[in-house]
Nanobody, 125 residues
Framework: QFKLVESGGGLVQPGGSLRLSCATSGSTLNDYAIGWFRQAPGKEREGVAC????????WYHDSVKGRFTVGRDNTTNTVYLQMNSLNPEDAATYYCAAAGLFVGCVLYVGPYDSWGQGTEVTVST
C-alpha cells in the first residue's frame, strides 16, 4: 500500500513562505503522479499543483502560478510544495495524493487513489 504523509504546515504571515513535504513509502515514487490539493472550511477540495511520473512535468492552478513550485526527489521518496507570497486565500488543509499508472497529471481528484492525512496552513497576521 502506498502511504503518504504531509508535513510543513503552520502559521505564516501574509507574504511569507512555507515548504510542504510529502513523504511516501510502500512503493516506488517514480511510478506515481503526485498532486497537491487543498480544502478550506466550507469549500470543495481543489487541486493546486501536480507533477507527473514520466518526465516531471508540472501543472498549477491559475491562482498559484508563479508563487508555488512542486518538485520531487525520487532518491528520498519525497515530494515538496514550495509556497511563496502566501495570502489569506491560501489558508487551507493541504493534501498530497498519488495516481498510479497515469500519464501526466491533473488537478482534479478523480485519478488519485492514495491520500495523505493533510497538513494545515494558516495565513494571518
Amino acid at each position: 500500500q502506498f502511504k503518504l504523509v504531509e508535513s510543513g504546515g503552520g502559521l505564516v504571515q501574509p507574504g511569507g513562505s512555507l515548504r510542504l513535504s510529502c513523504a511516501t513509502s510502500g512503493s516506488t515514487l517514480n511510478d506515481y503522479a503526485i498532486g497537491w490539493f487543498r480544502q478550506a472550511p466550507g469549500k470543495e477540495r481543489e487541486g493546486v499543483a501536480c507533477i507527473s511520473s514520466s518526465d516531471n512535468s508540472t501543472w498549477y492552478h491559475d491562482s498559484v502560478k508563479g508563487r508555488f513550485t512542486v518538485g520531487r526527489d525520487n532518491t528520498t521518496n519525497t515530494v515538496y510544495l514550495q509556497m511563496n507570497s502566501l495570502n489569506p486565500e491560501d489558508a487551507a488543509t493541504y493534501y498530497c495524493a498519488a495516481a498510479g499508472l497515469f500519464v501526466g497529471c491533473v488537478l482534479y481528484v478523480g485519478p488519485y487513489d492514495s491520500w495523505g492525512q493533510g497538513t494545515e496552513v494558516t495565513v494571518s497576521t
